[in-house]
């Protein structure tokens, strides 16, 4: 049986990220097998962030240094959230995070971050296939000036080592 490692896959159809792929300036999507079946999307988010790297909490740290020299918004860490608080107490708006709630089904939680210079969104997907459930985060970027395109400059090919990275929590081992 092969390694259960997050691997590279297409936006899931049908899910609600997918209606925000056009003119995207950058997308990805990560798949892996859930390791906790019975987690609804959100659930698994939460599980996600809580189990984020040190690695990247730390890169997360250096980033909101150097973009505050450049007067772009201060996000936090990711695993930066209310741990008691219970799943079924976040509603839209919410901060989960370096995240903003904005939708969440049983199956699919979207979340993101907006300012002047960029739009992201994030979807946690979460897909029931037999006994086995596939989960698929999907991240959307729409850059709005000169300023969005040069932070994506080493944030794009930082995303393609940190969603994996961050997923391996959640995988079946």
């Keep these: 049986m092969a390694p259960n490692r997050p691997?590279?896959?297409?936006?899931p159809l049908g899910s609600l990220?997918?209606?925000?792929?056009?003119?995207?300036?950058?997308h990805d999507a990560?798949?892996?097998r859930a390791g906790d079946q019975q987690l609804s999307a959100l659930g698994?988010?939460?599980?996600?962030?809580?189990?984020?790297?040190?690695w990247i909490e730390h890169c997360m740290a250096l980033r909101n240094r150097v973009v505050a020299k450049l007067g772009l918004k201060y996000l936090g860490g990711f695993s930066n959230f209310d741990r008691t608080k219970a799943e079924a107490d976040y509603r839209p708006g919410d901060r989960v995070g370096l995240f903003?709630?904005?939708?969440?089904?049983?199956d699919e939680v979207l979340l993101g971050d907006r300012d002047k210079h960029l739009d992201v969104v994030l979807?946690?997907?979460r897909q029931q296939s037999g006994p086995d459930v596939t989960l698929t985060v999907?991240?959307?970027?729409?850059?709005?000036?000169?300023?969005?395109?040069?932070?994506?400059l080493p944030v794009a090919p930082m995303h393609k080592v940190i969603a994996p990275a961050t997923m391996r929590h959640l995988a079946l081992p």
């Excluded at 691997?7 to 936006?11: L, N, S, W």
């Excluded at 903003?100 to 049983?106: G, I, K, N, V, Y």
């Design 7 to 11: 691997r590279a896959t297409q936006t």
């Design 17 to 26: 990220i997918a209606g925000r792929l056009a003119g995207a300036y950058f």
């Design 30 to 32: 990560w798949s892996v």
């Design 44 to 54: 698994q988010f939460l599980k996600m962030m809580s189990g984020t790297p040190r």
């Design 100 to 106: 903003t709630l904005f939708e969440r089904t049983p």
């Design 123 to 125: 979807s946690l997907y």
């Design 138 to 152: 999907t991240t959307v970027v729409h850059v709005h000036n000169w300023l969005g395109r040069i932070y994506m």
